[in-house]
T-cell receptor, first 113, second 112 residues
Framework: GAGVSQSPSNKVTEKGKDVELRCDPI?????LYWYRQSLGQGLEFLIY????????KSGLPSDRFSAERTGGSVSTLTIQRTQQEDSAVYLC???????????FGSGTRLTVV | RKEVEQDPGPFNVPEGATVAFNCTYS??????FFWYRQDCRKEPKLLMS???SGNEDGRFTAQLNRASQYISLLIRDSKLSDSATYLC?????????????FGKGTHLIIQP
């Protein structure tokens, strides 16, 4: 596609429910990243996929968070048993190569009530 | 942990003025440098890469000082539309797959 596409754009969920966030990167981009940004805060790295290599999960805050990237393209970030502190904007970015700048999607605004 | 530090501001600047802000980084192995712009409730967008020799893109000039480990962004003839948060981004070698480290941003407000 022309840009990085994320869905849904907004998600309100009850505490304890599971949510899935989707990212469709730019076609041909081998690197895909998930970040989250809480209100007024900087970007927090979550997970990184590069081609067929094992993902770098070092930024995932707890075992309630997981992510997959199928076929080297679309990625899904899953948060299980959501907590209020999970409320944030979840941003996906892709890059043709990790040596270059990213293109971000418009994010998913997650609100846990 | 590698860090990128920025003055959060806000910088309140009258329209037409020149404004500059810096970013410092702690990892001397850093290799690539970028400035991103983030508008309120929007995603970050790449503004410009920063090269060792310095580079200019219209009203924007970026400089890198490796010896002092800082990057600067200069905006000339500022416009109201320049109001945004400017994120300094540094990529360093090694340290895992994610070499990109984002600063928390400098908030710029251009006033009419």
């Amino acid at each position: 596609g022309a840009g990085v596409s994320q869905s849904p754009s907004n998600k309100v969920t009850e505490k304890g429910k599971d949510v899935e966030l989707r990212c469709d990167p730019i076609s041909g981009h081998t690197a895909l990243y998930w970040y989250r940004q809480s209100l007024g805060q900087g970007l927090e790295f979550l997970i990184y996929f590069q081609g067929n290599s094992a993902p770098d999960k070092s930024g995932l805050p707890s075992d309630r968070f997981s992510a997959e990237r199928t076929g080297g393209s679309v990625s899904t970030l899953t948060i299980q048993r959501t907590q209020q502190e999970d409320s944030a904007v979840y941003l996906c970015a892709s890059s043709f190569d990790r040596g270059l700048g990213y293109t971000f999607g418009s994010g998913t605004r997650l609100t846990v009530v | 942990r590698k860090e990128v530090e920025q003055d959060p501001g806000p910088f309140n600047v009258p329209e037409g003025a020149t404004v500059a802000f810096n970013c410092t980084y702690s990892n001397s192995a850093s290799q690539s440098f970028f400035w991103y712009r983030q508008d309120c409730r929007k995603e970050p967008k790449l503004l410009m890469s920063v090269y060792s020799s310095g580079n200019e893109d219209g009203r924007f000039t970026a400089q890198l000082n490796r010896a002092s480990q800082y990057i600067s962004l200069l905006i000339r003839d500022s416009k109201l539309s320049d109001s945004a948060t400017y994120l300094c981004v540094v990529r360093y070698s090694g340290g895992g797959a994610d070499g990109l480290t984002f600063g928390k941003g400098t908030h710029l407000i251009i006033q009419p």
